[in-house]
């Protein structure tokens, strides 16, 4: 069983900075997939970035490319979503998922078998 904690959201004024964490147990860390969607109240999840199992390949949504990154520690067990220059629309429950037994980059839901329980960020304008 693979359990993921999220931590690390916030409130937080539009132009600033937050870095998010995902701590996850099991014994093959090193070898998942992972992933940050973020999701507001009454809409879809949405996909924000995801890291292959050896941290060499990124991808982020379009819209976040050059705000966003994500990184990994397998020391930690512990992926990181740092978010820069936030604006308000950024405003949503954010979620880290996990992929255990594919290689690559995952950026649909459907692709990912386990979640977190979500860290809420709120950046206020």
């Known amino acids: 069983q693979v359990q993921l904690v999220e931590s690390g959201g916030g409130l937080v004024q539009a132009g600033g900075s937050l870095r998010l964490s995902c701590a996850a147990s099991?014994?093959?860390?090193?070898?998942?997939?992972m992933g940050w969607f973020r999701q507001a109240p009454g809409k879809e999840r949405e996909f924000v970035a995801a890291i292959n199992w050896s941290g060499g390949s990124t991808d982020y949504a379009d819209s976040l490319k050059g705000r966003f990154t994500i990184s990994r520690d397998g020391a930690k067990n512990t992926i990181y979503l740092q978010m820069n220059s936030l604006k308000a629309e950024d405003t949503d429950v954010y979620y880290c998922?996990?992929?255990?037994?594919?290689?690559?980059?995952?950026?649909?839901?459907?692709?990912?078998?386990?979640w977190g329980q979500g860290t809420q960020v709120t950046v206020s304008s």
């Open positions: 998922a996990a992929d255990l037994y594919r290689i690559g980059l995952f950026i649909r839901e459907s692709e990912y078998d386990y």
């Open positions: 099991g014994p093959t860390f090193s070898s998942y997939a």
